[in-house]
């Protein structure tokens, strides 16, 4: 059975902190990398990345679900991609502008500019070295979630004034959360755990 692992909020040294390359593909990176996946699903995300649950190592797991004829997600499907040490060996000068949230900074939204196709080098969950070409969601979700393991946060992609803004935003949600619990297990800053809210106690 895989353990759920509490989420960090922001602000959190180790979000912050350039992670530690993994050792490849071991057992016991791939009991951390299953257990990620799990709490990916328990906190309803499309990515998730070592530092967000307090694992200081150059992992990432993601699911975007399948793609529905009319070109929406279908995330009652599942396709999870394990990556072990990513490295973005490629991006293109075209950019796109996407809608963005994070676990670590859960009810914040903002738009962010990337590159809107990048290529990525890493190792999957047998062992092998693979690189891959990613466009759309895909592309932004695992840009997304190797500047977590840069120790970078969605928010410092932003403007100067959409970031001070989204920031005021995220100290009023933060308050929420630590008073009324989360939709998920997350850690509260440095210290303690702030336990998910029962269905009756739950104000969101």
């Known amino acids: ?15 912050s902190a350039v992670s530690e390359p993994a050792p490849g593909a071991t057992p016991q990176v791939l009991e951390t990398l299953e257990n990620m996946l799990a709490t990916l699903y328990r906190a309803d995300g499309v990515g998730l990345a070592a530092p967000q649950v307090n ?11 399948g793609e529905r004829p009319d070109g929406k997600r279908d995330y009652s499907v599942k396709a999870p991609k394990f990556f072990i040490n990513p490295t973005i060996t490629w991006a293109s000068d075209e950019t796109r502008s996407l809608q963005e949230g ?20 890493y190792t999957d969950r047998d062992g092998a070295a693979v690189e891959e070409e990613f466009s759309g969601l895909g592309a932004a979700v695992i840009q997304h979630e190797i500047d977590h393991l840069d120790g970078v946060l969605f928010t410092q992609r932003m403007t100067k004034l959409r970031r001070d803004i989204a920031m005021g935003k995220w100290a ?8 009324d619990g989360a939709d998920f297990d997350v850690f509260a800053a440095e210290t ?13």
């Open 55 to 65: 694992v200081s190592q150059r992992l990432v797991v993601t699911d975007l679900g």
């Open 172 to 179: 009023r949600l933060r308050r929420n959360i630590l008073a």
């Open 1 to 15: 059975m895989s353990t759920i692992y509490p989420i960090l909020l922001q602000p959190h040294k180790v979000l």
């Open 102 to 121: 994070c676990l670590s900074l859960p009810g914040l939204w903002g738009d962010v500019v990337r590159p809107s196709v990048v290529r990525v080098a």
């Open 192 to 204: 303690g755990v702030i336990k998910a809210a029962t269905e009756q106690s739950r104000k969101r």
